[in-house]
């Protein structure tokens, strides 16, 4: 199952017949690992990773850090439901150190992504303080190199 599921976090697109010719197991046997990964829950879902430039729409990516207070009873889990819940937001963790939660939030501008930290996370029972950073660049994404590789030689001099 291990190797399934590093070769399908690698490439989501290989056959079932391509894996289990890596496998050494038959297509039948890998189509109902598959299926059994994806009732148990253990395969949430297939994804596609876009170069920045062929994206298609523009978009701002922000990382969020929030200090929270833990509710008695839930801890981090309900205030990370309650951030979980909003469609501007692709990712939540619980972290270790200053702040609590780790928080990914796409938008289209930069004041559309400030207006959803000022007005609708920061206000949120709980949130205690929040820091903000926008993603300027992206130079790897899920383990896929996303550099272009064009260098820029105008200034090099050689003997």
């Known amino acids: 199952m291990e190797s ?3 070769l399908l976090k690698r490439n989501a697109r290989l056959s079932n017949s391509e894996l289990a010719v890596m496998l050494g197991k038959s297509e039948e046997e890998i189509a109902s690992e598959i299926e059994r ?9 297939y994804s596609t990773i ?3 430039s062929a994206s298609l729409e523009n978009s701002v990516t922000a990382y969020i850090e929030l200090k929270v207070s833990p509710k008695a009873q ?4 309900e205030i990370a439901r309650a951030v979980g819940q909003y469609d501007e937001v692709e990712n939540v963790w619980l972290m270790s150190g200053a702040y609590d939660l780790g928080v990914t939030v796409k938008g289209k501008t930069l004041l559309d992504v400030s207006l959803f930290v000022s007005q609708r996370l920061a206000p949120l029972d709980g949130i205690l303080s929040t820091a903000t950073h926008f ?6 994404d899920n383990g896929v190199d996303l550099s272009d590789e064009i260098i820029d030689e105008r200034g090099l001099i050689s003997p």
């Open 74 to 77: 839930s801890g981090f889990d």
């Open 50 to 52: 876009l170069s920045e």
């Open 135 to 140: 993603v300027l660049k992206k130079y790897k």
């Open 37 to 45: 990964l994806e009732q148990e829950g253990v395969i949430k879902g």
């Open 4 to 6: 399934l599921l590093k």
